[in-house]
């Protein structure tokens, strides 16, 4: 059961057994995909007109399975994307992803993917976490958004962020390496048009510049 077909609004089941199920169910015409099992609140209504495409997934999903290649290729086949554009949407997507994984959902500390022991020890970490079955199937999300000129991929992760009259800026974050690792930082400056955080710090979203003709 890879795929919900009929449901009129465009809302697809995966059921996480796979990526190649996972690509069956984000496959067009689906405009929102939830995992099945997954923890938190049903897509919202599709605004009309509207390019996007949204999927919501468990934390351990997210560690177990290509969701970002998967995701990225279902992209590339409404966009057109190119390969080199392709390959930064695929990369960007994962660091976020894996940073919403370990620093929003599990709530693991940073500097855990910084050398091998680090990434040994994290490895146990985040075994441990999974063995509790609501942080497993913890929600995370993402949503891709297009336009004439633009994509623009968002995830949002289900941590606590930070209150709102103290939410630091998207650099001060850098700066104190809380966005991914060190690595991680360097990969979304370096592949991204423009970052952003919202929601609190729980969403970052990754912006693309799309050439004349695409979106």
Do not use: K
Not at 96 to 106: D, F, I, K, P, T
Not at 175 to 198: M, N, P, T
């Amino acid at each position: 059961m890879g795929r919900h077909r009929g449901d009129s609004s465009g809302l697809t089941r995966w059921d996480g057994v796979s990526a190649e199920s996972l690509a069956q169910a984000l496959a067009a015409p689906a405009v929102d995909c939830v995992e099945a099992g997954v923890v938190g609140p049903r897509p919202g209504r599709r605004l009309p007109g509207a390019h996007r495409l949204g999927l919501r997934v468990t934390a351990q999903s997210v560690y177990r399975h290509p969701i970002a290649r998967v995701f990225a290729g279902a992209l590339q086949v409404r966009l057109g994307l190119s390969a080199e554009l392709l390959e930064r949407v695929h990369t960007a997507l994962q660091e976020a992803l894996m940073n919403a994984m370990m620093h929003g959902n599990l709530g693991l500390g940073e500097g855990l993917r910084d050398n091998r022991q680090a990434l040994a020890a994290s490895r146990d970490l985040i075994e441990a976490r999974f063995a509790i079955g609501p942080i497993a199937r913890s929600m995370i999300r993402v949503e891709a958004t297009w336009s004439e000129g633009l994509l623009r991929v968002a995830v949002r992760d289900n941590g606590d962020g930070y209150g709102s009259s103290n939410l630091p800026t998207l650099d001060e974050r850098m700066e104190a390496g809380q966005v991914g690792s060190g690595r991680g930082l360097l990969i979304l400056e370096r592949l991204c048009d423009h970052i952003g955080l919202h929601r609190g710090g729980t969403t970052i979203a990754l912006d693309f510049r799309l050439p004349a003709g695409d979106g």
